[in-house]
Nanobody, 120 residues
Framework: QVQLVESGGGLVQPGGSLRLSCAVS????????MGWYRQAPGKQRELVAT???????NYADSVKGRFTVSRDGVENTVYLQMSSLKPEDTAVYYC??????????????WGQGTQVTVSA
């Protein structure tokens, strides 16, 4: 019932910028928090950035100062603005959301992933 749909991935040159979007749809009570993860080939999935319903954000050290996560509560959409991209940022990026489907139940949902490739 709950779906996370990502968009915005693609190929970008080093030093370039890209913005990822993740829209949440379906029937639910609220979104407690959202975040972005990424997984490079042969590596484990890692946390990139998170944002709470109150707007508090956290970032991985590797992306601080370059990435910005934001949230549109009205549209139930989270964004990841990526700047000064490096080849090591190349990965599949996944959106995550903690969804309260009903009062006592909170579940994590994942998007399908979107490929970001940073290469000259």
């Amino acid at each position: 019932q709950v779906q996370l749909v990502e968009s915005g991935g693609g190929l970008v040159q080093p030093g370039g910028s890209l913005r990822l979007s993740c829209a949440v749809s379906g029937s639910f009570f609220s979104i407690n928090g959202m975040g972005w993860y990424r997984q490079a080939p042969g590596k484990q999935r890692e946390l990139v950035a998170t944002i709470t319903d109150g707007g508090s954000t956290n970032y991985a050290d590797s992306v601080k100062g370059r990435f910005t996560v934001s949230r549109d509560g009205v549209e139930n959409t989270v964004y990841l603005q990526m700047s000064s991209l490096k080849p090591e940022d190349t990965a599949v990026y996944y959106c995550n959301a903690a969804i309260r489907e009903r009062l006592p139940i909170v579940r994590n949902y994942w998007g399908q992933g979107t490929q970001v490739t940073v290469s000259a």
